[in-house]
């Protein structure tokens, strides 16, 4: 084999696992996001339809379905869905939803953010329950799933 060959086979290997390694990174390592907790919501679905359920804003909680009304009284500030509830509002839609929306202090390449953006991300019933309005938060995004919190790494009050 000529000196030639040699080293092209060698910058091919060379090549193959730089883009093998390159790949491994971007798929597996995490991508972290800073922000504010800004507002929080809950939605269902049905008949192809998406409602709100409720609004939780600095000002407080605002029921948009009156049948869960009684379950927020007006003094609560912060909204919490426990699993009773859950199962209650899952007889009447096919799919809830809990969206937290952050504005970023870091950047979220991800989800094509900015410094002081900001999004709505879907988030499990227990990361709604935690994060609650003006909170600092330090989040894993999913990469795959657009404005997903995959998991919360950090939670400070801001007060």
Request: proline share 3%; charged share 25%.
């Amino acid at each position: 084999m000529t000196l030639n060959k040699r080293i092209l086979i060698m910058v091919v290997i060379i090549a193959a696992v730089s883009v093998g390694a390159a790949t491994y990174w971007y798929v597996f390592s995490p991508v972290i996001v800073e922000g504010i907790v800004d507002h929080k919501a809950v939605t269902g679905e049905k008949d192809g339809t998406t409602y709100s359920i409720l609004l939780n804003t600095p000002e407080g909680i605002i029921v948009k379905d009156e049948d869960y009304e009684h379950f927020f009284p007006e003094k609560d500030r912060n909204a919490f869905i426990n699993k009773t509830l859950e199962d209650n509002m899952k007889t009447e839609y096919l799919e809830i939803n809990y969206l937290v929306s952050i504005r970023v202090t870091s950047k979220d390449p991800i989800n094509n953010l900015e410094e002081n953006q900001t999004l709505a991300y879907f988030a499990s019933r227990e990361d709604f329950n935690t994060l609650e309005i003006g909170y600092k938060v330090t989040y894993e995004v999913e990469r795959f799933q657009a404005a997903t919190i995959k998991r919360v790494l950090s939670i400070q009050d801001r007060s």
